[in-house]
């Protein structure tokens, strides 16, 4: 959805507020697209003393998988940004400012690369999540290790006296 912000632009203390939902279902991590569920993108641009601030919250629940137990679970997922938007750029090197285009930007288009960028690298379902077992493959979260405890072999001669 392109966002028109023409009729702000020159009204200061007025405002444009959106509130919409996002499917990014099809947004691939590593072989998993953890939006299932609808991505509420809510926001507003305001017009403070002649600058344009966009507020924008993007709120959903993905579906993951943990990165050491391999256990599914719901994770909700926020991402809040701030921009300035303006009709042209004096530095280049600002990724604070949103540069329009004819007075308006691609809303879902930045929606969609705040949530790209913002996703984590890592899914724990816990932070103490102690994975599985390298011998039995259990989950040590739920269980404990079958796996038969070699003595190690510097002390076999200490072992043979007992």
Not at 48 to 56: D, K, N, S, Y
Not at 121 to 144: I, M, Q, S, W, Y
């Amino acid at each position: 959805m392109r966002l028109d912000v023409r009729r702000i632009i020159n009204t200061p203390g007025d405002g444009i507020a959106f509130n919409e939902e996002l499917d990014l279902s099809d947004v691939d991590f590593g072989g998993l697209c953890p939006a299932v569920r609808p991505v509420s993108v809510v926001g507003a641009v305001r017009n403070i003393a002649g600058m344009l601030q966009l507020h924008m919250d993007v709120d959903t629940v993905l579906a993951c998988v943990c990165d050491r137990c391999g256990a599914e679970f719901d994770k909700p997922f926020h991402v809040s940004l701030e921009r300035m938007l303006a009709n042209e750029l004096e530095d280049e090197e600002n990724d604070d400012i949103l540069l329009l285009e004819d007075g308006s930007f691609d809303l879902d288009e930045l929606a969609r690369e705040s949530f790209i960028l913002n996703m984590d690298t890592k899914t724990l379902c816990r932070e103490d999540c102690k994975g599985l077992c390298p011998g039995c493959g259990a989950n040590l979260n739920v269980e404990t290790c079958r796996c038969k405890k070699e003595p190690d072999p510097r002390w076999a001669a200490l072992q043979k006296l007992l």
